[in-house]
């Protein structure tokens, strides 16, 4: 049984429990009538099921910023040189935005709960071991781990948050913390990895990961609960050797396009591959009897534009952390700690926009309304914070373009999460969650290269133009850097716009009513 929304498509009901779905369609064959099984009653532990959940996204989100942070004092302690140490951030972006598709596929072969804890034990082991490093290598082989092991655990854990709430009200709420860890957990990295580093040393921002995996792998057994996985089924090979090499070549490609330029051969090798790997995994994918990635997935115009939404998003949003992160130590002159404490404003605008405002007005308001909305706020945001010069202050400055920025984001993250992963069949959900990461992964990737080299090259330019010239008080570089930067937030505000502008135009069908247990 199918419902319409607005324009005549369609979207797939929840399948009952019987009889198997068809591979093909995700549906049941005798689901039309009125005797369908009914929806069975929901889980009573639920509510500490999106506990372990929420410990497990927390823990991959922190993990990007803190181990950001502890990056000058991990260098000089395992003697990295300038050169290498870009492969701490490197080795964990490539396996985990090239493994993300394969990661989300083993989730519905094998069962989500079971990739869940598997993905849980090995990001721990792996932060452990990157902890007790004795030199570079292994540093940089435990990274590289934490990523394969984090694109087991990002789509298993939103995936079983999808199938776990069923009910709007109960499914807004729980989206709403997902969407407030998702936005403000790399400005909560920033402060304990500041802490972390200044009061004890650099290896315990990967120690903190083991702690917070034990509490979410006791809670797992217990309040987690997933279908044992699709019978018969097998993995895409071919699709994944395609998926996972071109999603691997975009990654190193935007990595490298920082330090080496964008016309360097080492970037337009890996980049040109990627695409061409790519198309090749989409044609395939179309042929495939089991593909890593069925394109129903992604042909629904409302799914596909929560997605460019929140890759636009992204793109946006990353480099706020970066810029700000430089203007209050270099030119502000911030210690650490004051660094990560002053982005507390985003993580609790965040946490307010998805769990207060996002979350009550979703299942009676339309999801594009929301996300244009949270768009236009974050942009109005990022424009303030172009005017920074470098005697600003913070409370007048610096705070309300956080505050907006928090407020944006969470009123866009929460509805893009629920619709991005309604209606999909119970058997793809690993696999769309996985897209929705991995496009999230993209979107980061790619703003960060793209933001930092607008900047770098805008502040080379101010440089060159005022050698002599320390306009309204300040060192030229420190005046170069923040003309820099200014540049780049207004092209971050110009991404952000056209983000609401993609949600406006294409989300347009309201909440479903029921996501099911397939949804």
């Known amino acids: 049984m199918s419902r319409k929304r607005p324009g005549g498509e369609s979207l797939p009901s929840a399948p009952s429990p019987s009889p198997s779905p068809s591979p093909s369609t995700g549906r049941s064959p005798d689901r039309e009538g ?42 000089r302690a395992l003697g990295m040189s300038d050169g290498d140490r870009q492969w701490v951030i490197t080795a964990y972006t490539l396996a985990f935005g090239g493994l993300l598709l394969l990661g989300g596929r083993i989730a519905d072969l094998v069962g989500r709960k079971r990739t869940f804890v598997v993905g849980l034990a090995g990001f721990a082991a792996a932060s452990a071991l990157g902890g007790a490093a004795a030199g570079p290598g292994t540093l940089f082989a435990a990274r590289a781990l934490q990523g394969a092991f984090a694109a087991l655990l990002a789509p298993s854990a939103l995936s079983l948050l999808t199938t776990t709430f069923t009910d709007p009200k109960e499914r807004a709420r729980a989206f709403g913390v997902y969407g407030a860890l998702a936005g403000g957990g790399s400005a909560v990295g920033l402060i304990v990895g500041g802490l972390l580093t200044e009061y004890l040393n650099w290896r315990w921002s990967l120690y903190v990961n083991v702690p917070i995996a034990l509490a979410a792998l006791l809670g797992a057994p217990a309040f987690l609960r997933d279908r044992s996985g699709r019978r018969g089924g097998h993995l895409d090979v071919p699709g994944a050797l395609l998926g996972c090499g071109g999603l691997v070549a975009l990654v190193y490609g935007f990595s490298e396009a920082g330090p080496r330029g964008w016309t360097s051969p080492s970037v337009l090798t890996p980049l040109v591959a990627g695409v061409i790997l790519l198309a090749a995994f989409v044609w395939w994918q179309s042929r495939a009897a089991s593909p890593l990635l069925p394109l129903r997935i992604v042909k629904d115009r409302v799914r596909a534009g929560s997605l460019a939404t929140m890759g636009l998003a992204t793109i946006g949003m990353f480099g706020v952390f970066l810029f700000l992160t430089y203007y209050l130590q270099v030119v502000l002159g911030y210690p650490p700690v004051r660094t990560g404490l002053a982005f507390v404003p985003i993580s609790a605008g965040i946490a307010i926009g998805a769990t207060q405002i996002a979350a009550r007005l979703l299942p009676r308001t339309a999801p594009r309304v929301l996300m244009s909305s949270g768009m236009v706020l974050a942009a109005a945001g990022m424009v303030l914070l172009s005017g920074l010069t470098v005697r600003a202050q913070y409370v007048p400055d610096v705070l309300p373009a956080l505050l907006l920025l928090g407020l944006g984001l969470g009123l866009t993250f929460m509805p893009v999460y629920a619709t991005a992963t309604a209606g999909v069949p119970a058997q793809d959900a690993g696999a769309a969650s996985a897209v929705l990461s991995t496009v999230q992964q993209m979107g980061a990737s790619l703003g960060i290269v793209l933001l930092n080299t607008i900047a770098t090259g805008a502040t080379g330019r101010y440089v060159h133009a005022h050698p002599h010239d320390p306009a309204h008080g300040g060192a030229p570089l420190d005046e170069g850097m923040v003309h820099g930067f200014s540049v780049a937030y207004w092209c971050s505000a110009g991404v952000l716009l056209l983000a609401a502008l993609v949600a406006g135009l294409t989300v347009r069908h309201a909440t479903p009513k029921r996501a099911g247990n397939a949804a």
Do not use: F, H, Y
Request: proline share 14%.
């Open 34 to 75: 009125p005797a369908a099984t009914p929806e069975p009653a929901p889980d009573p532990k639920r509510w500490w099921a999106l506990a372990v959940i929420a410990l497990a996204q927390l823990m991959v989100i922190l993990d990007g910023t803190v181990v950001n942070i502890a990056l000058p004092s991990a260098q």
